[in-house]
């Protein structure tokens, strides 16, 4: 899985991992789980009902609802939810483990 965090130049929140269709994720606290994702290399979230294309964060402002995945238990939009430790998501359908 590719990084693509920027390596330096501006302070992080503490370290957090959360779960991710059993991987564990690290990133920092402050990120949102969209951008966390991203970062960990994640960028197809789900497939489009009608077609079954991936899908990915697109806005990151809670508008275009294109990075909603499933969030201990519940739908939520990604790019709306700040990252902690112990979250687990769930991308069933996604296009991840291809
Ligand atoms: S990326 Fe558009 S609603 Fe989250």
């Known amino acids: 899985m590719t990084a693509l965090r920027i390596?330096?130049?501006?302070?992080?929140?503490p370290a957090v991992?959360?779960?991710v269709d059993g991987m564990a994720i690290r990133a920092?606290?402050?990120?949102?789980l969209a951008?966390?994702?991203?970062?960990a290399g994640i960028t197809r979230l789900?497939?489009?009902?009608?077609?079954?294309?991936?899908?990915?964060?697109?806005?990151?402002?809670?508008?275009?609802?294109?990075?909603?995945?499933?969030?201990?238990?519940?739908l939520r939009q990604s790019c709306q939810v700040?990252?902690?430790?112990g979250l687990v998501v769930e991308l069933k359908g996604s296009l991840v483990h291809e």
């Open 46 to 74: 789900r497939r489009s009902p009608r077609e079954g294309a991936p899908r990915g964060a697109y806005c990151f402002m809670g508008v275009c609802q294109e990075c909603v995945v499933r969030v201990d238990g519940a």
């Open 17 to 19: 991992t959360f779960d």
């Open 7 to 13: 390596a330096d130049g501006f302070r992080r929140g």
């Open 35 to 39: 951008a966390a994702l991203l970062a």
């Open 82 to 85: 700040p990252v902690e430790d």
């Open 28 to 32: 920092h606290a402050g990120e949102t």
